[in-house]
């Protein structure tokens, strides 16, 4: 399937899929963050569980995140919050995504968020319509119309 003639996938769409990616990672923080804290805590032969600093807490997050989403994105082009809005990320030239695409787009999109939401709202002043993330990354994320192969 050669997604890079697909059009761009509107704000709306990714804001919507961004909220559903968000249910399934709050699940990965509760599973993967306890059996991280229990298991430093029985290595380290401890009763009581390891309290994390919060930078060390958003340091887990963060990892998780970008685990999720560059598997996702990487397998498939999509997250599961994606494949429920029909987009897609790709890149500018139809080569698969790179763990370099991933790690650029995480990070970049983290950045967007922490200064709320700037890089995601550049793309309506954008004429090609990218965010921060899609221009350090040199990807896009299209949108597949229901019935178009």
Known sequence: MQLKNYP???LSRRILA???DGL????MYIIFGGLLVTAVSKAMGL???VRLTPAQAASVFYIISFLYYSHSWRRGGQTIGM??????VTTLDGTPIRLSH???RSATGLFSLVIVG???FWMLIDKKERTWHDIASLTRVVYRPKGVE
């Open 24 to 27: 399934v990672l709050v699940a």
């Open 47 to 49: 009763e009581e569980f």
């Open 102 to 104: 991933c790690m650029l």
């Open 18 to 20: 961004m909220a559903y």
């Open 83 to 88: 494949k429920a809005w029909r987009i897609y």
């Open 118 to 120: 700037l890089g995601y």
């Open 8 to 10: 761009t996938a509107p």
